[in-house]
Structure formats: structure tokens, C-alpha cells
């Protein structure tokens, strides 16, 4: 089935981020097409992020388990906020990983990378979840607003009961506050 224009368009937008951010170096993997990229400046930007009010007043944060959002993680943990990381695919009745600063038996930086999160961390059912307030996305590109321009295919198009998570006070960081914000072509 061909896409349709939307899609066509959206791609085109990633593509031209992707070629964009290999020729500028600004990436850390030697492919970035088709996914999320591991972007330079991540662990910055996770400062950048820690300085924001919204993040200071977060105890509970659902962050994607992409590279780039690594050093967010670890700052989470570090600060004491319970993190929720998406299990690869969102696979199985229990999709996230549930990482409690309390409970860690590894060091905050360690504990927050997906494999080790895999090893030492429980799953839990969406149901389980406690209420959000904050919740980290990465992207490729996004819009003007600032949405994401994505597939619709990935862990933010598919987090199961994401419109639901969020707690009462809760906010949303993604591409505009992580990383490189490129304008779509005219």
C-alpha cells in the first residue's frame, strides 16, 4: 500500500533531519536513518532539562529507553524520581520497566541504561503506574508547535494509555527542549 501524502511528507521531514545531522557530526551512531538518534550534547540537553521548573517539581517521569534520553534517566534517578521505561516493543501485559531510586542495586547512570534496566528492574502493568508528571520523548523532527513528527508506528505512537498516565500537574518534554528542533522545508 503507497502512503499517503502526509506520511510522504513526514518522511521526507526525517530524512532531511537525519542527512542533516550526519553531515553536521552531530550524532554518536554511524547510522542514524530509521530511528532516534543518539544526538552529541544529550548529556546537556539532560541539564538543560533538570534547570526547567516543570522537571524540578516532577517525582515520577516516563522516559523512552532511546540512547539519547540516557543521561535524562540517569538525572531522574539521581534526583530521586521514580522512572517508567517502556520495555522493547512495549511487549508483554506488564510494558515498563519500573525504576525506583530507592530500590536500586546498581548506581543511578547504570541502572537507567535499557540493558542493565532490563536485568535489575520489574515490569508493571499500565494499571500499576503511578500518575505522571512528566514524560520525555524523543524525535526526529517536530512541527512549528513543537509536536512530533512521527510515524505513528513507534513508543509514543503506541504507549499504551499515554493520554491517561498523566498526573494532574503534568508535562511534556520532547524533541524542542532534548535536542536539534529542525524547521521542516517550506
Known amino acids: 500500500m503507497a502512503a499517503n501524502p502526509l506520511d510522504q511528507a513526514k518522511q521526507a521531514v526525517r530524512t532531511q533531519v537525519w542527512d542533516a545531522l550526519t553531515a553536521a557530526d552531530a ?20 541539564a538543560r532539562l533538570a534547570a526547567l521548573p516543570a ?48 530500590a536500586l542495586t546498581v548506581p543511578p547512570a547504570e541502572a537507567a541504561a535499557s540493558r542493565t534496566a532490563a536485568s535489575i528492574a520489574p515490569t508493571v502493568e499500565v494499571d500499576a503506574l503511578r500518575p505522571l508528571d512528566l514524560i520525555i520523548l524523543g524525535s526526529v523532527a517536530v512541527n512549528r508547535d513543537g509536536a512530533r513528527v512521527g510515524k505513528g508506528a513507534g513508543y509514543a505512537g503506541r504507549a499504551p494509555g499515554a493520554s491517561t498516565m498523566l498526573g494532574k500537574n503534568a508535562a511534556v518534554a520532547g ?3 532534548l535536542g536539534v528542533q529542525p524547521t521542516p522545508p517550506e
Do not use: C
Open 175 to 177: 524533541a524542542g527542549l
Open 27 to 46: 550524532v554518536h551512531d554511524a547510522s542514524v536513518h530509521g530511528r532516534i538518534p543518539n544526538f552529541k550534547g544529550a548529556e546537556e540537553a539532560a
Open 55 to 102: 522537571w524540578q517539581r516532577a517525582s515520577v517521569v516516563k522516559a523512552v529507553p532511546d540512547k539519547a534520553q540516557l543521561p535524562v534517566r540517569a538525572k531522574a534517578l539521581e534526583a530521586g524520581k521514580t522512572v517508567y521505561m517502556a520495555v522493547p516493543k512495549l511487549a508483554g501485559l506488564k510494558p515498563f520497566y519500573l525504576l525506583d531510586p530507592a
